[in-house]
C-alpha cells in the first residue's frame, strides 16, 4: 500500500512538471520597480495601436528564428509592438465582487423574509401585533433593497473593473517556464 501511494505521488509530481509549462507575459513598470505577471490562459484586455480592443484568454508565441513574439487573446494574433495597452482583472477586485455579490444575495434573501413574515404568511409571526408587523415590512424592505444594491455593485465590481497598464509606462515581454519553480530569461520583445 506504502509503495502503491509513493508511485502515485512521484506519477503526479512527474505529470506536474512535465505538463505544467506555460509561458508568462511579463508586464515591467519603466518608472518604478514593479513587474505583473500574466500566466498563459487569463482572460484579458488587449488594445492594439489603432484602438481595436481584443479580448479573451491569452497565450505567448515567440518565433525561435525571427525573435518576434506574438500574442494570442481569444482568436486574434498580435505582435508585441501593435500593442498599445493591456488591460488585466485583479484577483483582488474578483475576490471582492464575489464577496459583496454573495452577501447582497444572503441580504436580500433575509430582507425578504421578514417582509414575508411581517406580512403574517408565516406561521413564526401570525399572532404578533399589527405594528410589528408594519414595522417588519417596512425594515424587511429596506434590506432586501439594500441587498439588491450590494449584489448588483458586486456583479459591476466582478464583471468591469481592469487595470489598464499601456505601453508607454509598461514594458511587455514574454517567458518561458520549463516547469515549476524554473524560469527562463525574458524574451526581448518589449514594446516601445
Known amino acids: 500500500?506504502?509503495?502503491?501511494?509513493?508511485?502515485?505521488?512521484?506519477?503526479?509530481?512527474?505529470?506536474?512538471?512535465c505538463f505544467g509549462q506555460n509561458n508568462q507575459l511579463v508586464l515591467k513598470s519603466k518608472t518604478?520597480?514593479?513587474?505583473?505577471?500574466?500566466?498563459?490562459?487569463?482572460?484579458?484586455?488587449?488594445?492594439?495601436?489603432?484602438?481595436?480592443?481584443?479580448a479573451g484568454k491569452i497565450s505567448v508565441y515567440t518565433d525561435s528564428i525571427d525573435g518576434i513574439s506574438l500574442l494570442v487573446v481569444g482568436k486574434d494574433t498580435?505582435?508585441?509592438?501593435?500593442?498599445?495597452?493591456?488591460?488585466?482583472r485583479p484577483l483582488l477586485t474578483k475576490m471582492s465582487g464575489g464577496v459583496l455579490t454573495a452577501g447582497g444575495g444572503s441580504l436580500t434573501i433575509f430582507g425578504l423574509y421578514v417582509v414575508i413574515a411581517?406580512?403574517?404568511?408565516?406561521?413564526?409571526?401570525?399572532?404578533?401585533e399589527g405594528f410589528i408587523k408594519a414595522l417588519a415590512v417596512i425594515l424587511?424592505?429596506?434590506?432586501a433593497f439594500a441587498g439588491v444594491l450590494v449584489t448588483t455593485a458586486g456583479i459591476v465590481l466582478w464583471k468591469t473593473f481592469f487595470k489598464k497598464y499601456p505601453s508607454s509606462k509598461w514594458e511587455y515581454q514574454f517567458r518561458h517556464v520549463v516547469g515549476r519553480g524554473?524560469?527562463?530569461?525574458?524574451?526581448?520583445?518589449?514594446?516601445?
Open 1 to 17: 500500500m506504502k509503495t502503491i501511494l509513493l508511485f502515485l505521488i512521484a506519477t503526479f509530481g512527474l505529470i506536474v512538471i
Open 32 to 54: 518604478h520597480d514593479k513587474i505583473v505577471i500574466v500566466p498563459e490562459g487569463k482572460k484579458v484586455k488587449v488594445i492594439d495601436n489603432g484602438g481595436k480592443t481584443h
Open 78 to 88: 498580435l505582435g508585441i509592438n501593435e500593442i498599445s495597452a493591456i488591460k488585466v
Open 118 to 128: 411581517g406580512l403574517g404568511l408565516t406561521g413564526d409571526w401570525a399572532d404578533m
Open 140 to 143: 424587511g424592505g429596506g434590506l
Open 182 to 192: 524554473m524560469v527562463q530569461s525574458p524574451v526581448s520583445g518589449s514594446s516601445q
